[in-house]
T-cell receptor, first 109, second 114 residues
Framework: GQNIDQPTEMTATEGAIVQINCTYQ??????LFWYQQHAGEAPTFLSY??LDGLEEKGRFSSFLSRSKGYSYLLLKELQMKDSASYLC??????????WGAGTKLIIKP | DAMVIQNPRYQVTQFGKPVTLSCSQT?????MYWYQQKSSQAPKLLFH???????NEADTPDNFQSRRPNTSFCFLDIRSPGLGDAAMYLC?????????????FGPGTRLTVT
């Protein structure tokens, strides 16, 4: 079966760094994506990895290891507005987007 | 601005009373998706249209139907809503089927069933 695992909830302090991990088992792989979703709102696209390595975009970076079926999202200089759920998603061989349940990130002052 | 629009943002319906949610897009994308998302869960794909080609997920209940009369509009019909159908319903688009990762989401419709 297809499966994406990520922690249910994490807590971090404003100004700090947090890493959200994601592991996946899918039938085929055509890319891994991270979405941010604030409570009661739609997901918004954050990052996309299809090759191994680190992709950096401002305060956010995403890493992929295809051989390990593993990714992480790194958030630096945390701000209160970063409190949200972060969803990991993988496109399988049929180009269907398989979603994780999301990691709720709580930022404390 | 090009965007995905969902109406209404909040919908309350009675148990068993049919309800229709609407989605429109100005992106001229070929693919439109309907997702159901319950609290603290992953979005669950109900169906998607590739142009006029309708694709139903195997575990989508028969109670859910969809229509896409033209490129811009897509509707989700829930024929007899149950309490378990209360959720956020998300509409999304992608340019092509191969670019399904780059999905543009509407703001969602939160459905309450009383």
């Amino acid at each position: 079966g297809q499966n994406i695992d990520q922690p249910t909830e994490m807590t971090a302090t404003e100004g700090a760094i947090v890493q959200i991990n994601c592991t996946y088992q899918t039938s085929g792989f055509n890319g891994l994506f991270w979405y941010q979703q604030h409570a009661g709102e739609a997901p918004t696209f954050l990052s996309y990895n299809v090759l191994d390595g680190l992709e950096e975009k401002g305060r956010f970076s995403s890493f992929l290891s295809r051989s390990k079926g593993y990714s992480y999202l790194l958030l630096k200089e945390l701000q209160m507005k970063d409190s949200a759920s972060y969803l990991c998603a993988v496109t399988d061989s049929n180009y269907q987007l398989i979603w994780g349940a999301g990691t709720k990130l709580i930022i404390k002052p | 601005d090009a965007m995905v629009i969902q109406n209404p943002r909040y919908q309350v319906t009675q148990f068993g009373k049919p309800v229709t949610l609407s989605c429109s897009q100005t992106l001229n994308h070929n693919v439109m998706y309907w997702y159901q998302q319950k609290s603290s869960q992953a979005p669950k794909l109900l169906f998607h249209y590739y142009d006029k080609d309708f694709n139903n997920e195997a575990d989508t209940p028969d109670n859910f139907q969809s229509r896409r009369p033209n490129t811009s509009f897509c509707f989700l019909d829930i024929r007899s809503p149950g309490l378990g159908d209360a959720a956020m319903y998300l509409c999304a688009t992608s340019k092509t089927r191969d670019s399904s990762y780059e999905q543009y989401f509407g703001p969602g419709t939160r459905l309450t069933v009383t």
